[in-house]
């Protein structure tokens, strides 16, 4: 049977109605979903890279301590799948299988036990606004893909908070002579750190190069306040000069020790100048690659905050 006409089946049993192509998962198949007993349900498929589950939400008001949500799910020792995540407003259980779905009687009656479990320690909804608990709302709207009652004042206002994360960050004017000093220091410290390291174990770990290019990202960035032009330009040279610098040292220091020479301006110059063919021979490219990946990744998580809310109506065409 396939996730749609299964979760179709499910929901019947489950006395929720089935919408493809919408709920929080994301996935085609969609979810059913819908108030239940004062409650939000929610069933559908949530795939990650190991397996296959059936996810099911349970939406309650919201509450300030979830332990005793949690302690509720673990005595009644429900045998079905196991807990995924408990939040203030919601929890969700997960049922991984490997080739046969679940039985569709079966989930719906993991459903009935879990609202059965947590009936004594939540509350459920009562027509109203969940966020200004005062307009009245008497229907579920998704907000990014979650059934939830908001009413349309409070729709706007969480347009606006997540606008305003982006329209901050907007207004940072970025400091270039900070983030370059930082940027600098950190590659020479990164650098020097490298080399010393890789001569006192006599291996260049290529994992550290990693560590450098996001020690590098991260203090330029910290200096110019935010992810600019000018950051994408110099976080990928100073890191690939903080690699080079650091192997130039780990080279010179290991040539002073094989041919028990003591350090001089004219070795180091002789390093620098056969540096290239040095790392062409060993790991040198894959060094430069793996730091870059480091400094990649700090400014990706550097970038400009893209929250948004998006509501939609349960139930609309092509969603
Ligand atoms: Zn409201």
């Known amino acids: 049977m396939n996730e749609n006409s299964y979760l179709q089946q499910v929901g019947a049993f489950a006395g929720l109605q089935y919408y493809p192509n919408q709920g929080p998962w994301g996935r085609k198949s969609g979810a059913a979903m819908g108030p239940r007993d004062g409650y939000v349900a929610v069933i559908g498929f949530m795939r990650d890279q ?3 589950k059936v996810a ?12 005793a949500v949690k302690t509720a799910l673990k005595s009644a020792g429900i045998k079905k799948g196991k807990l995924g995540a408990v939040g203030a407003d919601f929890v ?3 049922w991984t299988y490997s080739f046969t779905k679940p039985k569709a009687e079966d989930v719906a009656k993991l459903v009935e036990d879990l609202g059965t479990a947590i009936k004594p320690v939540t509350l459920g909804f009562d027509g109203r606004c969940e966020d200004c608990t005062s307009a009245s709302t008497p229907s579920l709207t998704l907000m990014n893909g979650v059934p939830t009652y908001i009413c349309a004042g409070c729709q706007e206002k969480v347009r606006q908070e997540l606008n305003m994360a982006a329209t901050n960050y907007d207004a940072i004017t970025p400091n270039y002579p900070n983030g370059l000093v930082l940027g600098i220091a950190a590659a020479a410290l990164g650098g020097l750190a490298w080399g010393l390291l890789a001569y006192a174990i006599n291996y260049i770990f290529l994992y550290g190069a990693i560590l450098i290019g996001y020690l590098v990202a991260a203090a330029v960035l910290k200096g110019t306040g935010k992810v600019t032009r000018f950051g ?4 990928p040279v100073l890191t690939v000069a903080s690699v080079l610098f650091g192997d130039a040292i780990f080279f010179t220091l290991f040539v002073m020790k094989q041919e028990h020479v003591s350090f001089s301006g004219k070795l ?15 790991n040198g490219v894959a060094t430069l690659i793996f730091a870059l990946v480091g400094a990649g990744y700090a400014v990706y998580s550097a970038r400009k905050p893209k929250f948004q809310a998006v509501f939609q109506p349960l139930g609309s065409p092509n969603a």
């Open 268 to 282: 180091l110059n002789t390093i620098v100048a056969h540096l290239w063919e040095i790392e062409r021979e060993g």
């Open 92 to 94: 969700r259980w997960e």
């Open 50 to 52: 190991r397996s296959m």
């Open 56 to 67: 099911i939400l349970l939406r309650f008001k919201k509450l300030e301590q979830t332990e």
């Open 232 to 235: 994408q330009v110099i976080i």
